[in-house]
């Protein structure tokens, strides 16, 4: 039972993620450490709001081992920083795509847990993953870099190997509470008001960035953390990880619902392959994914 509350709680997490791409377009103007801070504000309510429905005080997360608040604030703070950057430096599209490799390099990390292995499938997958990424940042179908979004590129892949780190480690972490994400959040809240002083100019948002940003912190930056928490902990992290492959589909298609992007050949081909190498690597968990859907 708890393992298949976990899988349910994973999966809304990975819907809610859908619209993160979105809400981040919207809150365009918005610094990346002012964005990160107002939504993890809302974040960091929702947390105090669980802790007193569960009857928790606040004190308990400052017994947490320092290891434990080390891991949770670089997985918050550190991804969605590094995410915000990406989407602000690149077009949303390619950088939504390219973060959402870390479903790929969940399975890839999770092989290395204690009673796992990689696997020829795992490897394959990867390499799937990798020419979909070649893809997205080429030009017109050649390989050739768009210099002037490198740095965004970058920061999208730095995005996927920080969320995909923090999400396995977790699983190392199933002794430690869920309430626990609330201090992450309010200790991200801390750093990014202090980054955003340091580093930027305050922008008053406007109503449509004000939604963005509030939205951003009810869901993706919000209860999805919860969520993905308690999932991870307790679900099959290699099943969440293979669901996880259609995030970017969700994703790119709301952009393109909405207007915000339109589809290419190179993008085509790149979520085609990505897609693919999503199902070659998470080969033995298929049928799992068949029986939890339709038993």
Known sequence: MQARRGNIYGILAIIMWGSLALFSILTTHIPAFQLTAMAFFVASCIG???????NIKIIQLLKL??????????????YHF?????????????ANLLNYLWPLLIVLFSAFLPNEKLKWFHI??????????????????????????MWGYIFALIAALTWSSYSVISRTLSHIPTYAVTGFCIVTVILSTICHFIFEITVIPNQSELFGALMLGLGPVGGAFYLWDYG????????????????????????????????????????????????????????????????
């Open 48 to 54: 105090l709001i669980l802790l007193k429905k569960q």
């Open 65 to 78: 081992p320092l290891k434990v608040w080390i891991i949770g604030v670089v997985g918050l703070f550190g």
């Open 82 to 94: 590094f995410y915000f950057l990406a989407i602000k430096n690149a077009p949303a599209v390619e």
């Open 124 to 149: 394959l997958g990867a390499l799937f993953g990798l020419v979909g990424a070649f893809l997205l940042v080429s030009k017109n179908g050649s390989f050739s870099f768009e210099v002037q979004y």
């Open 232 to 295: 991870v902990k307790n679900a099959d992290i290699k099943l969440l990880g293979s669901i996880s492959y259609f995030t970017p589909l969700l994703s790119t298609f709301i952009l393109v619902l909405l207007g915000y992007a339109t589809f290419t050949l190179s993008i085509t081909l790149a979520c085609a392959f990505i897609i693919i190498g999503s199902f070659i690597s998470s080969a033995e968990y298929l049928k799992a994914i068949k029986k939890f859907f339709f038993r």
